[in-house]
């Protein structure tokens, strides 16, 4: 089955530092991944689209600035989150996408953040 | 423009029985593809069932199914012989077009309590 790992599971930082997720998957390649973060008492928004080989595409009101992503293989993936505050506190999920054509997106368990 | 809603906040039903909880989407693509996923108590993002637009017939996985209700632009999902491990938020998701994988828009997620 499709596994996907996140690592951290829950962290703690300082305001203004910063912090680095990491995403992996076990089973099958994974050509694109997306992450989302859930903000408290919020459903999910999309951060960026990842895909192996092409550019990383950010939504509106997240910038590669703010959360730089790498992708270097097929089964990794990490994001981190530079100069974190308050309003970036919540569940930061990957989501891996096989490499076939129209299924359905593969959650970790997530990283939850809190920022003090 | 796109979007998920689930009008429903909270259900709570007794054990054994069958529930549904609803959703409707808002999109402009005549291909798009929607999922049922649930968030249990620790944060982790379960995927349960899919429908693709272009398909007629209501999709099936085990004690989940659909009900796709395309002219009004609705896929409810199913629950039969509701178990206490069936106590989760459930959300639905939209993706559009074949070619955006990873791209979910989320509903806001409706809260199922299962009572012994």
């Known amino acids: 089955g499709a596994l996907v790992y996140q690592y951290p599971r829950r962290t703690i930082c300082k305001s203004g530092t910063s912090m680095r997720m990491e995403c992996q998957a076990v089973g099958f390649q994974a050509t694109s991944v997306a992450w989302y973060r859930q903000s408290p008492q919020k459903t999910f928004e999309l951060i960026a689209l990842?895909?192996?080989?092409?550019?990383?595409?950010?939504e509106q009101n997240f910038t590669q600035e703010k959360f730089p992503i790498s992708h270097p293989n097929l089964s990794f993936s990490s994001m981190t989150v530079l100069n974190a505050y308050l309003e970036d506190r919540g569940l930061y999920l990957c989501?891996?996408?096989?490499?076939?054509?129209?299924?359905?997106?593969?959650f970790g368990k997530g990283t939850r953040l809190t920022v003090v | 423009a796109q979007k998920v809603t689930q009008t429903q906040t909270s259900i709570s039903v007794m054990e054994k029985t069958t529930v549904t909880m609803d959703c409707v989407y808002e999109t402009q693509d005549s291909s798009y593809f929607l999922f049922w996923y649930k968030q249990t108590a620790s944060g982790e993002i379960v995927f349960l069932i899919r429908?693709?637009?272009?398909?007629?017939e209501n999709a099936t996985v085990g004690h989940y199914s659909l009900n796709f209700q395309k002219p009004k632009s609705s896929i409810g999902l199913i629950i039969t012989a509701t178990q206490i491990e069936d106590s989760a938020v459930y959300f639905c998701?939209?993706?559009?077009?074949?070619?955006?994988?990873?791209?979910?828009?989320f509903g806001q997620g409706t809260k199922l309590s299962i009572k012994p």
């Open positions: 429908q693709d637009s272009y398909k007629k």
């Open positions: 998701a939209m993706r559009e077009g074949r070619y955006n994988q990873g791209k979910l828009i």
């Open positions: 990842s895909t192996v080989n092409s550019a990383i595409k950010y």
């Open positions: 989501g891996a996408i096989r490499d076939t054509s129209n299924t359905e997106v593969f």
